[in-house]
């Protein structure tokens, strides 16, 4: 079976792609596509991920999952989404590192599914923005238990996503900047089905709906409408420009507020950020998605 597991992460727009998924549930289950929802799996994948930390599965743990998965029913392939995969958002960043539990939990989870084919499907979110919304979420806030011996400055994404790597080399992943949302969509909703990009699908433009006004979104589907043979590069270009005019800025704009950051800080995190995309983009295994 093909296992996708979209694991967030946390505050990029994850309960939003959950919703999308559903919303095409019934076409995706006519192709053997399985999309439960949440509350089938969440819990219970949580409490035998932490039980594993004790002692390995039973030979059944694997039937018994997708029992509660699939219902009774089958699939060829089931599309889990829980930005808690990896780690809570209280525990998100700890001593420096953005989930540093994750390898280990997939880890985990290639052994409850030794013989299926898991991929993981992510976004990831520029920490200048996304580390004071784990920072105020954190279990322990003091700066030993948050940073340890670390600064803003040496986060990095690709570190979590090398060791996932290299813990659960049978899995691979597949990463997305949570910036280039809008832009990418359809193709993140399609990837993680396993589908065509000239596949229709329900919803692939709701985080687009969601960041430009109401006249530029009647504008932009007059204009698809007009120009119904536009390839998915021609759409991407055709959305930005679009977004150029009709942004939300409240939407678009994040205020970052963090104690003791400056302007100065927040640059030189992006552009860290930025460059780590490409040195994502080199790791073996790992498919980066980009507009």
């Known amino acids: ?20 998924l559903l919303r095409n549930q019934d076409d995706f289950a006519s192709r053997g596509i399985k999309v439960p929802g949440p ?15 004790k002692t390995a599965p039973s030979e059944v743990a ?6 509660a998965i699939l219902d009774d029913g089958s699939a060829e392939r089931v599309i889990l989404s829980d930005a808690n995969f990896f780690r809570s958002p209280a525990t998100a960043l700890q ?21 299926d084919d898991i991929s993981i499907f992510m976004a990831i979110r520029n920490p200048a923005s996304l580390v004071p919304v784990l920072f105020e979420k954190a279990a322990d806030q003091s700066p030993d238990a948050f940073w340890g011996d670390r600064d803003p400055e040496d986060l990095r994404w690709s570190e979590t996503i090398r060791l996932l790597r290299e813990t659960a080399p049978e899995i691979p992943v597949t990463v997305w900047c949570n910036e280039d ?35 530029g979104m009647q504008r932009f589907r007059g204009y698809l409408d007009t120009h ?40 030189e995190m992006t552009a860290i950020y930025d460059a780590d995309v490409e040195v994502i983009r080199a790791i073996p295994g790992v498919t980066l998605i980009t507009p």
């Not at 001593?95 to 013989?115: E, I």
């Not at 679009?242 to 994040?254: M, N, R, T, V």
Request: some cysteine; glycine content about 4%.
């Open 181 to 215: 949302a809008p832009l990418i969509w359809a193709q993140v909703i399609r990837d993680m089905a396993g589908l065509t990009q000239d596949t229709k699908i329900k919803g692939g433009f709701d985080l687009l709906h969601s960041i430009m006004s109401a006249e």
């Open 228 to 267: 119904p043979d536009m390839s998915e590069a021609q759409k991407r270009r055709v959305i930005t420009a679009f977004l150029d005019k009709f942004a939300l800025e409240e939407e678009i704009e994040e205020e970052i507020d963090m104690p003791g950051w400056t302007e100065e800080l927040v640059e």
């Open 95 to 115: 001593q420096g590192m953005l989930y540093s539990a994750a390898p280990v939990r997939m880890m985990r989870m290639a052994q409850l599914f030794p013989d």
């Open 39 to 53: 509350s089938t799996y969440r819990n219970l994948f949580r409490d035998t991920l932490n039980a594993m930390h």
């Open 1 to 20: 079976m093909q296992l996708v597991l979209h694991t967030g992460v946390h505050f990029t727009e994850d309960e939003r792609l959950l919703k999308c």
């Open 62 to 67: 694997r039937d018994v999952l997708l029992d």
